[in-house]
């Protein structure tokens, strides 16, 4: 298995508060990828970086803020949480012309 | 735009019978198509790659340009292919989409 640690796994806070979860990888890997995943919506991406300082924004990217300052971290940044952001978060990685290899997830809970 | 459409969210056999998942994708260029599964409050683990043309626990999956579908098919379920699958589609920027999802439930 890819080298992807997810931390927090679990995180319960309230509205308005700010939230960073964070994606560490061990592989070197080039391409990094914040999902979250609904229920009725499968995964859709938040945002994605190709590179230390270069990042992108996914389809779902209202709320959400990203920063890579190291090629093995990846964090996702919600700076006031709101109850719609209450859902499973996956990091996902990938070398050019690899596929992508999933973290276990981290379940954020928004009350 | 690039877009995957899934569209059964449920999918209930019996164990041995074949079993079929849905797959079809919207893009304009070269695509690249993935199967990726589930298991309960799993990660997500690839299932099929398109250019691979391998069978991995008994699936297989056909890229139909034509058509554009990737469907997944396996001649015979087993009950622990009970899970969720997720088809994907990469584009020339390395972003994938995925789709909503198939929950399969393989019933003894």
């Known amino acids: 298995d890819a080298g992807i640690t997810q931390s927090p796994r679990h995180k319960v806070t309230e509205t308005g508060t700010p939230v960073t979860l964070r994606c560490h990888q061990t592989?070197?890997?080039?391409?990094m990828y914040w999902y979250r995943q609904d229920p009725g919506h499968g995964l859709r991406l938040i945002h994605y970086?190709?590179?230390?300082?270069?990042?992108d924004k996914g389809e779902v990217s209202d709320g959400y803020s990203v920063s890579r300052s190291k090629t093995e971290d990846f964090l996702l940044t919600l700076e006031s949480a709101t109850s719609s952001q209450t859902s499973v978060y996956f990091c996902?990685?990938?070398?050019?012309?690899?596929?992508?290899?999933f973290g276990n997830g981290t379940r954020l809970t928004v009350t | 735009a690039q877009r995957v459409t899934q569209p059964e969210k449920l999918l209930s056999v019996f164990k041995g019978a074949p079993v079929e998942l849905k797959c079809n994708y919207s893009?304009?260029?070269?695509?690249?198509l993935f199967w990726y599964v589930q298991y309960s409050r799993q990660r997500l683990q690839l299932l099929l790659r398109?250019?691979s043309r391998e069978s991995i626990k008994g699936f297989t999956a056909d890229l139909n340009k034509g058509e554009t579908s990737f469907h997944l098919k396996k001649p015979f379920a087993q009950e622990e292919d009970s899970a969720m699958y997720y088809c994907a589609l990469g584009g020339d920027d390395y972003k994938l989409s995925f789709g909503a999802g198939t929950t399969v439930t393989v019933r003894a």
């Open positions: 592989e070197n890997h080039r391409y």
């Open positions: 970086s190709y590179g230390v300082k270069d990042t």
């Open positions: 398109h250019i």
């Open positions: 893009y304009s260029g070269s695509p690249e």
């Open positions: 996902a990685i990938r070398q050019t012309n690899s596929p992508l290899h």
